[in-house]
């Protein structure tokens, strides 16, 4: 058909040369796509319907085909083979669904052929059409209302080619958009289009829709700073005749994409290259308000090319500096939110290259920020220390010693006891570069408590006679009252006063909207103090909703900390093992996108999870080595960061895993290892796991070879407990009980002993505690076999004792103590003194 194709065809000279033969007769036949009324007639006869009925189908139809009769003829055969349109036994005539014909995306090959029919177009239409593909696949029809008082469009308008372009298919308009019938018909208008005209279209459509705005070049010019202009970009009203609303900043993020796809080697003009910088950091600000941090980052650094590495040379107006660093900063942030840390050091390095130390602050918290995720410690601490010096505080060369350390903590117990307590939870202050010097120490804090460096007590000291001392009492200034409440626990063992210093944290914390210190204080102040007073399961729903804040406002990294410690506390408390293994797999790739420090935490709970389970763990091959082929990997790279806090667990998990293994050798192995860090002097709530084992084994040990160092080890545990008791009754009563069990069984006190061991049950049953139900039927199995010598009452104890690690989930711990016990089958049945209060998963 001559319609289908265009005047540059090669099917066109062939044919001129066949007309001017005398030898070939040519005979034109005009066969013409249908209109859309013969289109209507030929749906109407086919369907035994009146026209006045098959009306939006055969719109529809029409629109989607163009008229071409053998699209249309396949389209229709489409729609009756998906049953869109069926027969009605019920009404004796043909229906169809109405949303699925108007959702009904136009074929490949129709849109093709729609291509091969541009060049018959009108050029207003044609010209309406090459700015609508500049706009991209759907464009606001608000936005094309605009065009028509502009210079952009063409001599009779947009809108007026608009409906014209509908009806043939080329475009839709639903919801106040209008949209290409086609992405190929899209791409080919905009391909074809000549760059030259391509990028003056463009940027002419910026330049009108920007001048709507309040970011115009005069606008920036009179603004006192880039955060002005930002906080000023009202909304106006642009209302369509659709309805849709239009804001001044979806106007700005429109004008701003298309400059973007003009580009910086367009505009030769430098006041324009900063006017369209400052564009591109307004919809990055925008987009990070979003956590769009993707397109954040798209924008940052499209801003960056437009201004140049010449920009921190400007001619000494400060708000193109300005400019400069709010969009390196910009884009540090938005590298560290997308986990590039190769970007992350190249922009924070450029930073610190072109600014002022006290303005390189914020760039250094980014970057520090970035080697945390990565669980580069060393690194942070040695920075922090460095920073801190260049701020004027004392950080003294070498480490401080044991001496020092309380001679600091004593010092400024002192300095506290001259402050009002009230004013310190209440009192406001937003000095900035103190903020940021307070967000320094943090991260360095936070690398040297898992380095376990003698520099965490001292730094934390500094921190509250910091902010004392400059009367700062931001929210940042509750991480050092938090700290300071730790070392309470760790230097004095003083947990009444550490409870009263997290409190003043919290209060602090209450003066403040949230944040990523809101979320880092709260992990702290419950995952590592109030911990010892209030019940585990508590501890656990405050740290979930901490992990909860923290994602809800973005601090994504920081909120893996109080995710991991609820996952371990789920562990450790017993929940059921199965369901745990679900949850933590999935909080586990959550862990490894955002902060893979906390993911190896984790993926040795994982790897305990499946021991216990008795199935081989696959965790390392399910996250393709992203921590590594094994564990020993994870134990390799703390040993080469000196990370001492994932060390130290590394091997207690491998200490817990041998305990419930009943390899005692080789758990006593493990726990001289723990012991030989300097993590194991730093007190978390797996401390109290570790000293109840621990001591266990020591009765255990001391009954087969009576050795006083281990009968010392179970009395130490004792002490621990009773005191730990008198924080909190349920998470100690019901291991106290047992311990003390094993204290009378190693004495042969045998009633006493069995009284003991029935107490140990009945709490760890009224707590819940299934597993460790199960632990203290299994010990008392044993004293009843090789102290009381009841083997009766041994082996029914250990029955109930394989009924509570079955009901865990402990399926492998299970079948340890079946195969040494030689147990029957009616070990499986369930334990009949299970209560209501057991966890039931």
């Not at 290259?273 to 499209?302: D, P």
């Not at 944290?505 to 911990?531: C, D, F, H, K």
């Not at 192995?669 to 030989?676: A, E, G, K």
């Amino acid at each position: 058909r001559d319609d289908e194709i265009s005047v540059d065809h090669p099917l066109l000279p062939k044919l001129n040369s066949l007309r001017e033969s005398s030898n070939v007769k040519i005979t034109n036949m005009h066969l013409s796509a249908f209109s859309k009324d013969d289109l209507g007639d030929m749906i109407s006869n086919e369907l035994k319907l009146p026209k006045r009925l098959i009306g939006e189908l055969s719109d529809v139809v029409y629109k989607k085909t163009s008229g071409h009769i053998l699209f249309a003829v396949e389209l229709l055969n489409s729609m009756v083979r998906d049953s869109t349109i069926y027969f009605s036994m019920r009404r004796r005539q043909f229906h169809w669904k109405l949303d699925r014909v108007y959702s009904l995306e136009t074929n490949e090959t129709v849109a093709t052929f729609i291509i091969s029919s541009l060049s018959t177009l009108h050029p207003d239409a044609l010209k309406a059409l090459q700015i609508l593909s500049c706009c991209g696949f759907h464009t606001d029809v608000a936005v094309l209302e605009l065009f028509e008082e502009s210079n952009i469009s063409p001599c009779r308008g947009i809108l007026c080619s608009l409906q014209y372009l509908v009806d043939v298919g080329i475009v839709e308009i639903a919801g106040g958009l209008v949209a290409f019938a086609h992405d190929l018909i899209q791409q080919h208008v905009y391909e074809n289009i000549d760059l030259s005209q391509r990028l003056d279209l463009h940027f002419n459509i910026a330049l009108f829709l920007g001048l709507k705005t309040s970011m115009n070049s005069a606008s920036i010019q009179a603004m006192g700073s880039i955060e002005d202009g930002f906080k000023n970009l009202y909304i106006s009203e642009s209302k369509t005749a659709e309805g849709p609303v239009l804001s001044e900043r979806s106007l700005l993020s429109i004008a701003t994409d298309h400059i973007n796809h003009a580009g910086p080697d367009f505009i030769l003009e430098l006041s324009q290259r900063k006017l369209f910088a400052t564009w591109n950091l307004i919809v990055g600000k925008e987009m990070t308000a979003r956590s769009n941090f993707g397109c954040a980052l798209h924008y940052y650094e499209q801003g960056i090319l437009f201004i140049g590495r010449g920009g921190w040379l400007d001619d000494g107006v400060t708000i193109h500096h300005q400019l400069c660093l709010d969009l390196y900063e910009g884009a540090a942030d938005a590298s560290l939110a997308v986990r590039n840390d190769s970007l992350v050091k190249y922009y924070t390095e450029v930073i610190f290259q072109n600014v002022p130390f006290e303005d390189s602050l914020p760039a250094w918290i980014t970057l520090m920020t970035s080697l945390e995720s990565s669980g580069q410690h060393k690194r942070i601490l040695d920075t922090g220390l460095t920073l801190i010096q260049r701020l004027n505080i004392d950080v003294p060369k070498p480490q401080p010693s044991p001496v020092e350390l309380m001679k600091t903590m004593s010092t400024t117990i002192q300095l506290m006891s001259n402050f009002d307590v009230d004013r310190i939870a209440t009192s406001h202050s937003a000095d900035r570069c103190k903020r940021n010097s307070f967000k320094i120490f943090i991260r360095t804090l936070v690398a040297a408590f898992s380095l376990s460096s003698p520099y965490l007590p001292h730094l934390t000291c500094e921190m509250v006679r910091y902010s004392l001392q400059n009367n700062f009492y931001g929210v940042e200034s509750s991480v050092a009252f938090a700290g300071f409440a730790f070392f309470n626990i760790v230097m004095k063992n003083d947990y009444a006063e550490a409870k009263y210093w997290a409190n003043i944290a919290l209060e602090i914390l209450n003066q403040w909207p949230p944040s990523s210190v809101t979320v880092r204080v709260n992990w702290m102040v419950y995952g590592l103090i109030i911990v010892w007073f209030v019940p585990l399961q508590e501890t656990k729903r405050r740290l979930l909703e901490t992990y909860q804040l923290g994602m809800k406002i973005g601090s994504f990294s920081t909120s893996m900390y109080p995710l991991c410690f609820c996952s371990r506390i789920a562990l450790l408390e017993g929940e059921n093992l199965s369901v745990l293994h679900q949850s933590n797999s999935r909080d586990l790739k959550t862990m490894t996108k955002y902060n893979l420090h906390c993911a190896k935490l984790s993926v040795l709970d994982m790897v305990m999870i499946d021991e216990l389970r008795g199935i081989d763990s696959n965790t390392f091959s399910m996250f393709n080595g992203s921590f590594g082929n094994d564990e020993k990997d994870i134990i390799i790279d703390a040993q080469l960061k000196g990370d001492n806090y994932l060390l130290g667990y590394a091997y207690q998990r491998r200490f817990f895993s041998s305990f419930w293994a009943g390899d005692y050798g080789n758990a006593e192995l493990y726990c001289r290892r723990v012991l030989s860090l300097p993590s194991a002097k730093t007190p978390v709530f797996q401390s109290i796991y570790f000293t109840f084992y621990r001591g266990l084994i020591g009765f255990l040990r001391f009954r087969d070879n009576e050795s006083e160092e281990q009968y010392g080890i179970g009395l130490d545990a004792i002490t621990k407990i009773e005191f730990w008791l008198q924080f909190s009754r349920s998470n100690f009563e019901n291991k106290l009980y047992l311990l003390k069990a094993e204290l009378e069984a190693s004495m042969r006190n045998l009633d006493a002993a069995s009284k003991l061991y029935e107490a140990s049950v009945k709490s760890a049953n009224d707590c819940g505690r299934v597993h460790e139900k199960g632990l203290a039927f299994e010990f008392m199995g044993n004293f009843l076999s090789s102290v009381a010598d009841d083997p009766t009452g041994a082996r029914a104890c250990m029955k109930k004792s394989h009924a509570c690690y079955l009901q865990w989930g402990a399926l492998g711990k299970a079948a340890i103590l079946r195969e040494k016990y030689n147990l029957n089958d009616d070990a499986l049945e369930r334990d009949p003194t299970s209560s209501k209060h057991e966890r039931h998963e």
